[in-house]
């Protein structure tokens, strides 16, 4: 590893392959800045420590926080030999920034103003109360983050659901595939195809498919490197030669948006050539001669751009049998058939319980969908539209329950101003985070009343009538859910800023008529769990018999001579989702340029006549947006890259959603570049 460091952005050490977890602290910029406001806060056996979970990803790492005086000192592995990446190290300091929300704004004379808990409160309940009865239940909604524990989103799912009457509840579950991923979760019974994260490096073939892991959930990434240093095997399908493609013994470098393509034709090769689990097909799967002649037909020629002999060694590989084989995808993948044939994958192969991760980029998904978090959906699975289970949850609650289905999160600001009047928003920042900026400020600008809680003054939150202040994961105590069903403890190391989140949910479905009297997280966990089951009835082992979506129309707009160029947008190693917490961490330091760029392939950036820094316009068919250039090697011709952090990358995406999720259908967008004059 390089050792001489010169700025935050010394590029010999960020191509060293070093992930920035902190562990060299006197080469890693943000270490030493960390350890700089270390000084003069107490010495080691001073300090109280808790132990917790990492709620900044989807990872879900096990965290010992050191505090004192209520203050963060710094954060490590639970483990001496543990791993936290620098987001999990370092990323924490946003919980004590300057611009946290401490008391309630409620807008007056167009501007907002601070004002009291009991004002806000009352005028919260006296807006949404006055458009439930003048307008009917179905004009409100919620929308919630799904990073918060599972007790807050089961009370805010029961506050939506049994205090305003309406179905219209949903989570930012629904941008990251589910509920489709939930379907794959639960296939087959509270086991399950998901493995543990652990269980990765213990794997004799992996296969990794979608986001660049190394960056997108660093934790995952190390397991990856630990299971190559036992001598697995690594199969990578990514149209980037990112560094974890390089890594790989395989590295199927296919079309932009042909992964569904790939893997029908992997499919067809296990079929052809014997290679199945024909003894667990023969004893678990009825439909297994039907599903088998649909793939009778030969494939397409060059629909991937992967060559056929590349294309049999990684089925061979996957296949082989007394192997331990582990898909590894990421759950932004969203594509409802791409996520079928990873199960049929799985069926085919007899690796039904434990032979898929889903890399998830939020800490709680999978519990936001079990407590009900999303528009289809009871607590534990429930679903709304089902007679019997309505009844049997208004028994519980005490009170009516629409007999609606509910708007999901992008159809309730679609709505808004015609059929939906009133929005109570909880953590999440649609303006930022949800595609097509554009509408979404037209949506939200057009509600008669919009409540937000969060821990800061967000783009969403400046549109509000009230804002609540929030609190953060070190603040609350509770559970999470990881990817693998297991529920792991979320403790609070310092006493929280303002009111926890629970308690303003409760206060103010009880000023609106709907008593909820809970004295701790621990009575509404109680509740919880009472309800929620855990996973689906399991289901038996069939294959999906559906005809795959033509190339790249399935998850891409289709390019033209207009917008020649495919767009791609992911999380970096230093910025989470929308950025709205690591832009106020000093990790945010190392993002080169801070406010997000257009990654390029040379010939690319060579053909615009552009180079790092060049300022250049990027046009899609809903809007423009400036930007600077940042020539990536790893990128092929035709494929741009933007990171999450970039600002006002949203303009330049679509709402088109799919109709089987309802979820943002498209991952790749048609866009145009020109390079800005002087």
């Not at 397991?223 to 990514?238: E, F, W």
């Not at 979506?549 to 707009?557: K, Q």
Request: charged share 25%; glycine share 8%.
């Amino acid at each position: 590893m390089t050792t001489t460091v010169s700025t935050p952005f010394d590029k010999p050490l960020q191509e060293s392959g070093c992930n920035f977890c902190g562990s060299c602290i006197s080469v890693c910029p943000v270490g030493c800045l960390v350890e700089k406001d270390r000084k003069f806060r107490g010495r080691e056996w001073e300090f109280e420590t808790t132990q917790t979970i990492c709620s900044l990803c989807g990872c879900d790492c096990d965290l010992l926080l050191d505090t004192m005086n209520n203050h963060i000192v710094r954060a490590r592995p639970e483990k001496r030999e543990g791993y936290l990446c620098v987001k999990g190290k370092f990323g924490w300091d946003y919980v004590l920034n300057d611009e946290r929300l401490r008391t309630p704004l409620i807008r007056k004379n167009g501007s907002l103003t601070e004002c009291s808990w009991k004002e806000a409160l009352e005028y919260v309940a006296e807006r949404l109360g006055e458009i439930k009865v003048t307008r009917g239940p179905d004009a409100l909604g919620g929308l919630i983050s799904a990073s918060y524990n599972n007790e807050t989103l089961y009370l805010f799912a029961k506050f939506v659901s049994a205090c305003l009457g309406t179905n219209n509840i949903d989570s930012s579950a629904r941008l990251f595939g589910f509920p489709a991923l939930s379907d794959f979760i639960h296939s087959w019974g509270s086991a399950g195809a998901v493995s543990a994260m652990s269980e990765i490096e213990e794997a004799d073939t992996l296969l990794v498919l979608g986001s660049d892991v190394m960056v997108s959930s660093p934790a995952v990434g190390v397991k990856i490197k630990k299971a190559l240093s036992r001598g697995a095997k690594v199969i990578t399908i990514d149209p980037r030669r990112t560094r974890r493609a390089r890594l790989s013994q395989l590295h199927l470098q296919l079309k932009v948006g042909s992964e569904a393509a790939l893997l029908q034709d992997m499919i067809r090769l296990l079929l052809k050539e014997g290679l199945y689990d024909k003894e667990f097909v023969a004893r678990n799967c009825p439909n297994f001669e039907e599903f088998s002649q649909s793939f009778l037909e030969e494939e397409a020629e060059d629909r991937t751009g992967v060559s056929r002999e590349d294309l049999v060694e990684a089925a061979r590989l996957y296949a082989e049998k007394g192997k331990k084989a582990i898909i590894i995808f990421s759950s932004e993948i969203g594509d409802p058939q791409l996520i079928s044939m990873i199960a049929d994958l799985l069926m085919l192969t007899g690796r039904v319980e434990g032979g898929a991760f889903p890399c998830l980029p939020l800490s709680n998904l999978r519990g936001a969908s079990e407590v009900g978090a999303l528009a289809e959906f009871y607590p534990g699975y429930g679903e709304v539209e089902d007679v019997d289970m309505r009844k049997e949850f208004e028994k519980r609650w005490g009170v009516s329950l629409s007999t609606k289905a509910g708007l999901t999160a992008v159809e309730m600001i679609e709505a808004a101003g015609s059929s939906l009047f009133g929005l109570y928003i909880v953590g999440e920042n649609p303006v930022v985070s949800f595609p097509d900026t554009t509408r979404m400020v037209k949506g939200l600008s057009s509600l008669e009343f919009l409540v937000v809680q969060d821990i800061f003054l967000t783009e969403t939150a400046q549109l509000a009538d009230v804002v609540l202040p929030g609190i953060s994961f070190v603040e609350s105590s509770g559970t999470l859910t990881n990817a693998a069903g297991r529920t792991e403890r979320l403790n609070k190391a310092i006493e929280p800023l303002t009111r926890p989140d629970w308690q303003v949910i409760a206060e103010l479905s009880s000023r609106m008529g709907y008593p909820m009297k809970y004295r701790s997280e621990t009575e509404v966990a109680k509740e919880k769990k009472a309800l929620v089951k855990g996973s689906l009835e399991p289901r038996k082992y069939r294959f999906e018999l559906k005809e795959l979506d033509s190339g790249l129309e399935s998850v891409s707009e289709e390019p033209d001579r207009e917008y020649p160029y495919m767009l791609m947008t992911g999380a970096t190693l230093f910025s989470l989702g929308d950025n709205f917490r690591t832009r106020r961490s000093k990790i945010s330091l190392l993002e080169s340029p801070g406010d997000g760029y257009i990654g390029m392939s040379p010939e690319d950036a060579q053909s615009l006549g552009a180079t790092d820094g060049t300022r250049v316009s990027i046009w899609s068919r809903r809007g423009n947006i400036s930007s600077t250039v940042k020539v990536q090697e790893d990128l092929p011709a035709g494929l741009v890259f933007m990171p999450t952090h970039s600002l006002g990358y949203n303009i330049l995406t679509s709402l088109s959603l799919d109709c089987s999720t309802r979820s943002p259908r498209f991952r790749l967008w048609a866009v145009r570049i020109e390079k800005e004059q002087p």
